[in-house]
């Protein structure tokens, strides 16, 4: 895929810019609990590969309510366990790179804000950013293409302009189902 070609880049937070340094056991199982909590006979076990996905069936069956509490626990979790990260290289350059072109970058992540902002000042690339988009400002989260379909219509833009960079199959098949392209940070 040639960059060169795509003029607004999103890119993924955790494991892409940088990886937090999170036992994530804990916050599987605050998930578990709180969609118990909505839907007491629950007992569906979260993986990577369906956690996201679950969670937008139950936002879609229980609503603002269980959002509010999900996003509630994550932005808690994130800020209390979240302090510590290995930044990634590969992206960090690719990130001054194309700003560098006067590329348009973006963040989109299923992390919060709060837990993003932070990160992306200590590493000095904060301000190269035109929007940062956490969990907590959409209604569905990735690989829900809510948050991509936010970003092109907020900018009125072709979709061919756009690329997500990203490290898993939340990132891939939200761009897929937003009609973007996609880039894995491993291959950069």
């Known amino acids: 895929m040639d960059i060169s070609l795509k003029s607004h880049i999103i890119i993924d937070f955790d494991e892409t810019i940088a990886t937090l340094t999170i036992d994530w ?84 992540s299923n992390n919060d ?26 209604n569905y989260i990735k690989p829900n293409p809510q948050g991509f379909s936010d970003l092109i219509n907020k900018n009125d833009l072709p979709k061919h302009l756009f690329l997500m960079v990203g490290n898993n199959y939340s990132d891939k098949n939200a761009a897929l189902a937003s009609g973007i392209d996609y880039l894995d940070v491993t291959k950069i």
């Open 113 to 138: 804000t709060s837990t993003i902002i932070p990160i992306l000042k200590s590493l000095e690339i904060f301000e190269m950013f035109e929007t940062i988009v956490g969990r907590e400002m959409v």
């Open 25 to 108: 056991t804990e916050w599987y199982l605050g998930i578990f609990n709180i969609i118990k909590s909505f839907e007491p006979t629950f007992s569906t076990t979260l993986t990577s590969k369906n956690i996201h996905t679950t969670q937008n069936e139950m936002f879609e069956k229980y609503g603002k309510p269980l959002k509010t509490n999900v996003d509630s626990f994550v932005k808690s979790f994130e800020n209390e366990q979240g302090k510590t990260y290995s930044p990634i290289t590969g992206t960090i350059e690719l990130v001054s790179s194309v700003y560098s072109q006067n590329k348009t970058l973006y963040v989109w």
